[in-house]
Protein backbone atom coordinates (compact mmCIF):
# COMPACT_ATOMS: atom_id res chain seq x y z
CA UNK A 1 0.00 0.00 0.00
CA UNK A 2 2.95 2.09 0.91
CA UNK A 3 4.77 1.55 -2.49
CA UNK A 4 1.34 2.50 -4.07
CA UNK A 5 1.18 5.70 -2.71
CA UNK A 6 4.68 6.84 -3.21
CA UNK A 7 4.15 5.21 -7.61
CA UNK A 8 1.00 7.37 -7.81
CA UNK A 9 3.04 10.80 -5.47
CA UNK A 10 5.74 10.19 -8.35
CA UNK A 11 3.36 10.18 -10.87
CA UNK A 12 1.91 13.16 -9.96
CA UNK A 13 4.97 14.80 -9.54
CA UNK A 14 5.94 14.29 -12.67
CA UNK A 15 2.45 15.43 -14.20
CA UNK A 16 2.91 18.92 -12.98
CA UNK A 17 6.54 19.34 -14.06
CA UNK A 18 5.66 18.21 -17.70
CA UNK A 19 2.18 20.55 -17.63
CA UNK A 20 4.42 23.70 -16.23
CA UNK A 21 7.51 22.68 -19.01
CA UNK A 22 4.54 22.56 -21.86
CA UNK A 23 3.38 25.84 -20.45
CA UNK A 24 6.72 27.29 -20.71
CA UNK A 25 7.51 26.20 -24.14
CA UNK A 26 4.04 27.63 -25.05
CA UNK A 27 4.82 30.80 -24.22
CA UNK A 28 5.24 33.78 -26.86
CA UNK A 29 8.47 35.64 -25.50
CA UNK A 30 10.82 37.69 -27.16
CA UNK A 31 11.99 41.16 -28.72
CA UNK A 32 9.28 43.09 -30.47
CA UNK A 33 9.13 46.29 -32.27
CA UNK A 34 5.31 47.91 -33.02
CA UNK A 35 4.90 51.32 -34.96
CA UNK A 36 1.61 52.86 -34.81
CA UNK A 37 -0.63 56.01 -36.68
CA UNK A 38 -3.81 57.52 -36.96
CA UNK A 39 -5.36 60.94 -35.01
CA UNK A 40 -5.56 62.33 -31.61
CA UNK A 41 -8.35 64.89 -29.72
CA UNK A 42 -6.60 67.07 -27.46
CA UNK A 43 -8.57 68.87 -24.70
CA UNK A 44 -8.97 72.53 -24.35
CA UNK A 45 -6.76 73.55 -21.96
CA UNK A 46 -5.68 76.64 -19.75
CA UNK A 47 -3.89 79.65 -20.96
CA UNK A 48 -2.16 80.98 -17.58
CA UNK A 49 0.30 83.52 -19.03
CA UNK A 50 1.39 84.72 -22.13
CA UNK A 51 4.59 87.35 -21.66
CA UNK A 52 2.54 88.75 -18.82
CA UNK A 53 -0.70 88.33 -16.83
CA UNK A 54 -4.20 86.58 -19.00
CA UNK A 55 -7.44 87.10 -18.34
CA UNK A 56 -8.63 84.27 -15.59
CA UNK A 57 -10.13 81.44 -17.08
CA UNK A 58 -8.43 81.65 -20.47
CA UNK A 59 -8.71 78.98 -22.76
CA UNK A 60 -6.17 77.09 -25.86
CA UNK A 61 -8.43 75.25 -28.05
CA UNK A 62 -6.87 72.79 -30.32
CA UNK A 63 -8.15 71.01 -33.84
CA UNK A 64 -8.26 67.35 -33.78
CA UNK A 65 -4.46 66.23 -34.83
CA UNK A 66 -2.33 63.02 -35.68
CA UNK A 67 -0.39 60.86 -33.90
CA UNK A 68 2.51 58.35 -34.75
CA UNK A 69 4.01 56.01 -32.15
CA UNK A 70 7.00 53.43 -32.12
CA UNK A 71 7.76 51.54 -28.93
CA UNK A 72 10.33 48.26 -28.66
CA UNK A 73 9.61 46.09 -25.84
CA UNK A 74 9.97 42.72 -24.44
CA UNK A 75 7.74 39.75 -24.07
CA UNK A 76 8.06 38.34 -20.30
CA UNK A 77 5.50 35.82 -20.64
CA UNK A 78 2.67 35.21 -23.23
CA UNK A 79 0.71 37.61 -20.72
CA UNK A 80 2.95 40.03 -19.54
CA UNK A 81 5.51 42.75 -21.58
CA UNK A 82 7.98 45.73 -20.54
CA UNK A 83 8.52 48.58 -23.53
CA UNK A 84 10.17 52.04 -23.98
CA UNK A 85 7.37 54.43 -26.56
CA UNK A 86 7.81 57.47 -27.95
CA UNK A 87 6.51 59.04 -31.21
CA UNK A 88 4.59 62.63 -31.56
CA UNK A 89 0.87 63.96 -31.08
CA UNK A 90 0.45 66.90 -32.76
CA UNK A 91 -2.12 69.71 -33.07
CA UNK A 92 -2.99 72.99 -34.71
CA UNK A 93 -4.26 75.46 -32.23
CA UNK A 94 -7.60 76.65 -33.03
CA UNK A 95 -8.26 79.61 -30.87
CA UNK A 96 -6.92 81.53 -27.84
CA UNK A 97 -9.55 83.22 -25.50
CA UNK A 98 -8.96 87.40 -26.53
CA UNK A 99 -6.58 86.43 -28.81
CA UNK A 100 -7.11 88.56 -32.61
CA UNK A 101 -4.79 86.02 -34.82
CA UNK A 102 -3.46 82.50 -33.82
CA UNK A 103 -1.92 80.09 -36.34
CA UNK A 104 0.01 78.28 -33.88
CA UNK A 105 1.47 74.51 -33.98
CA UNK A 106 1.21 72.16 -30.57
CA UNK A 107 3.01 69.09 -29.74
CA UNK A 108 4.05 66.58 -27.58
CA UNK A 109 6.96 64.10 -27.90
CA UNK A 110 6.94 61.54 -25.21
CA UNK A 111 9.49 59.06 -23.39
CA UNK A 112 7.46 56.73 -21.68
CA UNK A 113 8.24 52.88 -19.70
CA UNK A 114 5.03 51.04 -20.48
CA UNK A 115 3.65 47.70 -19.08
CA UNK A 116 1.74 45.62 -21.39
CA UNK A 117 -1.16 43.06 -20.10
CA UNK A 118 -3.00 40.79 -22.84
CA UNK A 119 -4.75 37.51 -22.69
CA UNK A 120 -2.98 34.56 -23.13
CA UNK A 121 -4.29 32.53 -25.48
CA UNK A 122 -4.17 31.42 -29.16
CA UNK A 123 -6.76 33.02 -30.62
CA UNK A 124 -7.00 35.43 -33.58
CA UNK A 125 -7.96 38.26 -32.06
CA UNK A 126 -6.31 39.17 -28.31
CA UNK A 127 -7.61 41.98 -26.28
CA UNK A 128 -4.62 43.74 -24.41
CA UNK A 129 -4.31 46.68 -21.74
CA UNK A 130 -1.69 48.59 -19.87
CA UNK A 131 -0.18 51.88 -19.08
CA UNK A 132 3.12 54.04 -18.80
CA UNK A 133 5.13 56.89 -17.15
CA UNK A 134 7.54 59.07 -18.14
CA UNK A 135 8.21 62.56 -19.81
CA UNK A 136 7.67 64.31 -22.67
CA UNK A 137 9.42 67.56 -24.56
CA UNK A 138 6.40 69.81 -25.54
CA UNK A 139 6.54 71.92 -28.07
CA UNK A 140 4.84 75.67 -29.41
CA UNK A 141 5.68 77.39 -32.47
CA UNK A 142 3.36 80.31 -34.33
CA UNK A 143 3.31 82.48 -37.00
CA UNK A 144 2.31 84.42 -35.62
CA UNK A 145 -0.14 84.70 -32.30
CA UNK A 146 -1.24 88.29 -31.52
CA UNK A 147 -2.85 88.78 -27.80
CA UNK A 148 -3.51 91.80 -25.98
CA UNK A 149 -1.34 93.98 -27.84
CA UNK A 150 1.47 91.07 -27.50
CA UNK A 151 2.79 89.05 -31.03
CA UNK A 152 4.38 86.27 -30.84
CA UNK A 153 6.12 85.03 -34.07
CA UNK A 154 8.50 81.55 -34.13
CA UNK A 155 9.43 78.99 -31.83
CA UNK A 156 8.55 79.19 -27.80
CA UNK A 157 10.98 76.48 -27.42
CA UNK A 158 10.24 73.39 -25.63
CA UNK A 159 9.82 72.12 -22.47
CA UNK A 160 10.63 68.63 -20.81
CA UNK A 161 7.62 67.76 -18.52
CA UNK A 162 5.94 64.56 -16.18
CA UNK A 163 3.96 62.50 -18.72
CA UNK A 164 1.56 59.05 -18.37
CA UNK A 165 -0.89 56.94 -20.20
CA UNK A 166 -3.07 53.95 -20.70
CA UNK A 167 -4.05 51.92 -23.59
CA UNK A 168 -6.11 49.50 -24.67
CA UNK A 169 -6.81 47.97 -27.90
CA UNK A 170 -7.58 44.33 -29.90
CA UNK A 171 -4.51 42.65 -31.88
CA UNK A 172 -5.01 40.18 -34.93
CA UNK A 173 -2.87 37.45 -35.47
CA UNK A 174 -1.17 37.58 -38.99
CA UNK A 175 1.30 35.08 -38.05
CA UNK A 176 3.28 33.88 -35.10
CA UNK A 177 5.78 36.80 -35.49
CA UNK A 178 3.33 39.47 -36.97
CA UNK A 179 0.32 41.01 -35.42
CA UNK A 180 -2.29 44.31 -36.31
CA UNK A 181 -4.04 46.26 -33.62
CA UNK A 182 -6.42 48.70 -33.37
CA UNK A 183 -6.00 50.51 -30.05
CA UNK A 184 -6.91 53.84 -28.16
CA UNK A 185 -4.50 55.95 -25.81
CA UNK A 186 -5.25 58.19 -22.99
CA UNK A 187 -2.12 60.92 -22.48
CA UNK A 188 -1.95 63.44 -19.93
CA UNK A 189 0.81 65.85 -18.71
CA UNK A 190 1.67 67.93 -16.25
CA UNK A 191 2.00 72.05 -16.87
CA UNK A 192 4.34 73.29 -19.67
CA UNK A 193 6.35 76.25 -19.45
CA UNK A 194 7.98 77.91 -22.55
CA UNK A 195 10.55 80.29 -22.19
CA UNK A 196 11.15 82.95 -25.64
CA UNK A 197 14.28 84.61 -25.19
CA UNK A 198 13.21 86.94 -28.39
CA UNK A 199 10.75 89.08 -26.51
CA UNK A 200 10.70 92.65 -25.86
CA UNK A 201 8.70 95.17 -23.88
CA UNK A 202 6.74 92.40 -22.57
CA UNK A 203 6.35 91.46 -18.66
CA UNK A 204 7.49 88.20 -18.89
CA UNK A 205 9.32 86.26 -21.40
CA UNK A 206 7.43 82.54 -20.38
CA UNK A 207 3.91 81.47 -22.08
CA UNK A 208 2.29 78.99 -19.20
CA UNK A 209 -0.27 76.27 -20.48
CA UNK A 210 -1.88 73.99 -18.07
CA UNK A 211 -1.62 70.14 -18.48
CA UNK A 212 -2.99 68.52 -22.03
CA UNK A 213 -5.21 65.54 -21.80
CA UNK A 214 -5.19 63.51 -25.19
CA UNK A 215 -7.30 61.19 -27.07
CA UNK A 216 -5.90 58.97 -29.72
CA UNK A 217 -6.99 55.86 -32.18
CA UNK A 218 -4.59 54.51 -33.99
CA UNK A 219 -3.89 51.56 -36.23
CA UNK A 220 -0.50 49.58 -35.29
CA UNK A 221 1.58 46.56 -36.46
CA UNK A 222 3.89 44.66 -34.80
CA UNK A 223 6.80 42.15 -35.44
CA UNK A 224 8.39 39.86 -32.78
CA UNK A 225 12.18 38.60 -33.72
Known amino acids: MKCTSKYLACLSILAVLGFLANTACGQSTGLYVRGDLGGNITENTGLKEFFGAVTPGSKVKFDPGARFGVAVGYHLTDWLSVEGETGVMANNIESITEATRVDAQF ?6 ANVR ?5 RCRVTPYL ?8 SILDADPID ?3 TRMSGSAGSDIIFAY ?7 YKLN ?3 GISL ?11 FRADFTVGTD ?14 SVAFDITF
Open 183 to 193: EYHYFATQDSD
Open 165 to 171: QAFGGLR
Open 204 to 217: TDHIRLKGVATHAI
Open 130 to 137: GGGVGGSV
Open 107 to 112: ANVPFL
Open 117 to 121: IQLPC
Open 147 to 149: LNG
Open 176 to 178: DQM
